[in-house]
C-alpha cells in the first residue's frame, strides 16, 4: 500500500478482554515499530522488529504485551487482560532500512485507539 | 536516564508572527535529532532532521531547526506562521550509534489564529 495501514481504527474493550491491533507496514519496509500515546504525552516506544525478530522489547510495558510479525510484513501487537491504564493510542512506523538513522524517517500509520472501559 | 524535553505545551500565535518551540535533550553520546508534525486528524511525518554538518537544518514548509551542542538543544523556529500550520510538534531524539529507539518529547500544540 501507499502508507502504513493500522486496524482498526478504533478499538472499545471491557476490562480483562484480550485485544489485537494490525499493522500493514510500507511495502518492503524491514523494520517496523510499535509506540504507544496517552493523551497529553508523546509516542512512547514499545518494540522494533528488523525483519521477522524483535530487535528491541525493552518498551512493553509488561508480560500483557506481546507483538509478533511472522513473516516479516504484518506485525501484530496482542494485550491480555486489558486494564484501563492501557487506552490509548498505538502507532505503528516502518522504515526502509536496518538503520533509521540511514534516511532518519519514521513512516506512521494513523493509528489505532483502543479504550477499556 | 535518556529524555527529551519539551517546555511549552501549547503555543498561540497570530498568522504571520515567528515561531520557536524549543527542544531539550539528556544523552550521553552523539545523537540524531528530529522534529515532526501532527496536523489535525493526520499522522505523523517528519518535518526535519539532523545527522552531521552543518547545525542549521532546513525542512519542509519553511521550518528550520538548530542544533546547539553546548546546549543540548533542537529549537524549531519558522519567521512567518500560516493558520496551517495548526499541528502538534514533536522533538525526537536518538543515539547515533546502534539499533536504539527513537525517544520523543511530549508534544507541543500550537494554534494559529487569524
Known amino acids: 500500500g501507499a502508507g502504513v495501514s493500522q486496524t482498526p481504527s478504533n478499538k472499545v474493550t471491557e476490562k480483562g478482554k484480550y485485544v489485537e491491533l494490525r499493522c500493514d507496514p510500507i511495502?518492503?519496509?524491514?523494520?517496523l515499530y510499535w509506540y504507544r500515546q496517552s493523551l497529553g504525552q508523546g509516542p512512547e516506544f514499545l518494540i522494533y522488529?528488523?525483519?521477522?525478530?524483535?530487535?528491541?522489547d525493552s518498551g512493553l510495558p509488561n508480560d500483557r504485551f506481546f507483538a509478533v510479525r511472522p513473516e516479516g510484513s504484518v506485525s501484530t501487537l496482542k494485550i491480555q487482560r486489558t486494564e484501563r491504564g492501557d487506552s490509548a493510542v498505538y502507532l505503528c512506523?516502518?522504515?526502509?532500512?536496518?538503520?533509521?538513522?540511514?534516511?532518519?524517517?519514521?513512516?506512521f500509520g494513523e493509528g489505532s485507539r483502543l479504550t477499556v472501559l | 536516564a535518556q529524555s527529551v524535553s519539551q517546555h511549552n505545551h501549547h503555543v498561540i500565535l497570530s498568522e504571520a508572527a515567528s515561531l520557536e518551540l524549543g527542544c531539550n535533550y539528556s544523552?550521553?553520546?552523539?545523537?540524531?535529532l528530529f522534529w515532526y508534525v501532527q496536523y489535525p486528524g493526520q499522522h505523523l511525518q517528519l518535518l526535519l532532521k539532523?545527522?552531521?554538518?552543518?547545525?542549521l537544518v532546513k525542512g519542509i514548509k519553511g521550518f528550520e531547526a538548530e542544533f546547539i551542542k553546548s546546549k543540548f538543544s533542537f529549537n524549531l523556529r519558522k519567521p512567518s506562521v500560516q493558520w496551517s500550520d495548526t499541528a502538534e510538534y514533536f522533538c525526537a531524539v536518538k543515539l547515533s550509534s546502534g539499533n536504539t529507539p527513537l525517544v520523543f518529547g511530549k508534544g507541543t500544540r500550537l494554534s494559529v489564529i487569524a
Open positions: 512506523a516502518s522504515s526502509a532500512n536496518r538503520d533509521p538513522t540511514n534516511t532518519g524517517e519514521l513512516f
Open positions: 522488529f528488523q525483519g521477522t525478530g524483535a530487535a528491541d
Open positions: 539532523y545527522f552531521s554538518g552543518d547545525p
Open positions: 511495502s518492503g519496509h524491514t523494520a
Open positions: 544523552y550521553g553520546g552523539t545523537v540524531n
